[in-house]
């Protein structure tokens, strides 16, 4: 976890030198297409108002003023359906899907778009040239909050622009989770893969089969070691709560995400990776045999028996919920990473084979 806020942190206070029309330098990440730089600054203050036209800019917009209401003790102004302010939002459908034009003057910040994604990445702009005390939880004294006067032009250069984070092997608890999302968001990333499933833990509520995290996500703790170093649970050894989502946690980090103009893409593995599950309900397994969810790193001979009718059935009640949670139009199965040894030795799956005339189980 440490590990993560130290590379996004990183990624945020590193200084990007970019020269804007062969003068001034400025800190944004990612560079912006285009900055004139101009005369000056502007200042936030208890009088600043926002200016919006719709309802869906002024849900943009308190995500910014929101930060003002904790870090500056105050909070700027907000009109909608409106055009005089002093940071307004138009439309402007000649830009770009995601780009924007942003104009800050020491009087007036103008932000165009033609969108609500280029909406937010303007005023996160805004949010990185502030004064980093902008992200503090509680306020800040003795602070100007200023921006320096530039006209931006910017586009995406890539359509995906994401970020993997892998809860079913180290799980992160929501509310850090929702951190990440936000600094994803700073950042102008747009998809989160979430890693739900794996060998070493299922983190997401299936309320068909609650051992699923009832068991599955918990393991032994194996403190101070790294994963090749880890040895699996021995007789008698107890196991160690380390969390899953709830339906309702995922309802809320994926409104969460999508209030940040981030999608996020379920990763549920099959046909291998799968000891966390077989752990909780053996029959999946090809032995039927009890299992314990291992704590070291690889790809384990265990994998559902795929010639068993229960087992689809199993895989398809498990998407049925998780593609209710998640609006993406993409789930991750993962597909890969799969040992044929639990196939090969199981008389069900080569009898499933001969019937069905498979020669490879790959």
Known sequence: MRYIYLFILGLFFSVINMEANNSASISLVPCPTNVVPGTGSFQ???KTV??????????IVRLLSDQFTCAAGFTPKLKVDSKKGNLVLQTDKTIKSEAYCLEITPKKITVKAADAKGFFYALQSIRQLLPPAIESAVKVDGTEWIVPAMTITDEPRF???GLM?????????KENLLRIIDCMGMLKLNTLHLHLVDDNGWRIEIKKYPLLTEIGASRVERPGKL?????NQRQGEPTVEKGFYTQDDIREIVAYAAARRIEVIPEIE?????SAAIASYPWLGTTGKQIKVPCNFGVHYNAYNVADPRVIQFQEDVLEEVIALFPSPVIHIGGDELRY?????????????????ITSPG
């Open 50 to 59: 926002f200016a919006v036209e719709t309802e869906e800019q002024a849900a």
């Open 270 to 274: 099959m046909p291998g990776h799968a």
């Open 165 to 173: 984070v892998d809860v079913a092997r180290f799980f992160v608890p």
């Open 44 to 46: 936030f203050t208890p």
């Open 159 to 161: 359509g995906y622009r």
């Open 227 to 231: 994963f090749p170093e880890r040895r």
């Open 341 to 357: 040894n639990a196939w090969k030795e199981s008389p069900m799956v080569r009898n499933y084979m001969k019937q069905n005339k």
